[in-house]
């Protein structure tokens, strides 16, 4: 697992997230970071395949990837139900 994939992984879905105008924008770019196709499950599917000495380094930066990814969700999520909030 290459720790600059997974880098380049969170940039995109950040910047996915934070582009999308309204909640029906950012459920698509979840489902394109986050879902199942998504390069960071399938990288976390390929675990299982990966040598035991190999699978802990590799799921510790997969998990932090994964983190990170749910944490800009968040934070997109709450900014844009601010928003929706505000124009009711």
């Known amino acids: ?50 040598p035991a000495e190999e699978k802990a380094s590799a799921g510790k930066i997969i998990g932090e990837g994964k983190a990170a990814i749910t944490d800009a969700l968040q934070r997109a999520t709450a900014k844009l139900e601010a928003d929706r909030d505000a124009k009711v």
Do not use: C, Q, Y
């Not at 380049?8 to 105008?21: K, L």
């Open 1 to 50: 697992m290459n720790p600059a994939d997974v880098k380049r992984w969170i940039a995109a879905a950040e910047t996915a997230f934070t582009s999308a105008r309204d909640l029906d924008e950012l459920k698509i770019a979840r489902l394109a970071h986050l879902g199942d196709k998504a390069e960071i499950s399938l990288a976390s599917r390929a675990l299982a395949s990966m």
